[in-house]
């Protein structure tokens, strides 16, 4: 598997964002979203400050095409947001996650960045586990999302300094 840097408007990052909101609203409704719902997630969930200098999106590829993703958002000087960490069902289990996590902390770090931080859902278990097993600890919340439950940070620094 290879894992590059891709505008959020090209075609691979539109297919693997498309199978990662399908895959996390179906999990949040607890039934298959439809298509005109898909659509009007996407929408609302814009992904297109997730380019230089603001940001950068991650996609995963095999040779059937994306198969996973993960987001960072360039924020305050010495802050990043991790975003959009998804892998298909088809190459899960294989280490992709966490290779997308240590990906988007080396973007991170070379864009100055020293701190990272994300939010995710209480039904979202696996991501939890994957964040929690990589150094991202829990936080008191820092947004007022409708769709956040857990809020997770990482000091870089401390990280490298182990590493």
């Known amino acids: 598997m290879s894992i590059r840097v891709v505008p959020p408007t090209s075609a691979p990052a539109a297919a693997v964002l498309r199978d990662y909101y399908t895959d996390i609203v179906s999990r949040y409704w607890g039934r298959p979203v439809t298509e005109a719902e898909l659509d009007r997630?996407?929408?609302e969930e814009r992904s297109d400050d997730l380019v230089p200098p603001t940001g950068l999106l991650l996609v995963a590829f095999d040779d059937?095409?994306?198969v996973g993703c993960a987001g960072l958002r360039l924020l305050t000087a010495g802050?990043?947001?991790v975003t959009r960490v998804y892998v298909a069902g088809?190459?899960?289990r294989r280490g992709l996650g966490g290779r997308l996590l240590r990906e988007v902390e080396s973007a991170a770090l070379a864009s100055g960045r020293t701190a990272l931080r994300?939010?995710?859902r209480a039904d979202l278990v696996e991501a939890r586990r994957l964040y929690a097993g990589h150094g991202y600890r829990e936080v008191?919340?820092?947004n007022d999302s409708p769709y956040a439950q857990h809020?997770?940070?990482k000091d870089l620094q401390m990280s490298k300094s182990k590493g």
């Open 64 to 66: 059937a095409g994306p």
């Open 151 to 153: 809020w997770f940070a």
């Open 41 to 43: 997630v996407l929408a």
């Open 118 to 120: 994300l939010d995710t």
């Open 140 to 142: 008191p919340a820092f």
């Open 79 to 81: 802050l990043g947001e």
């Open 90 to 92: 088809r190459a899960r």
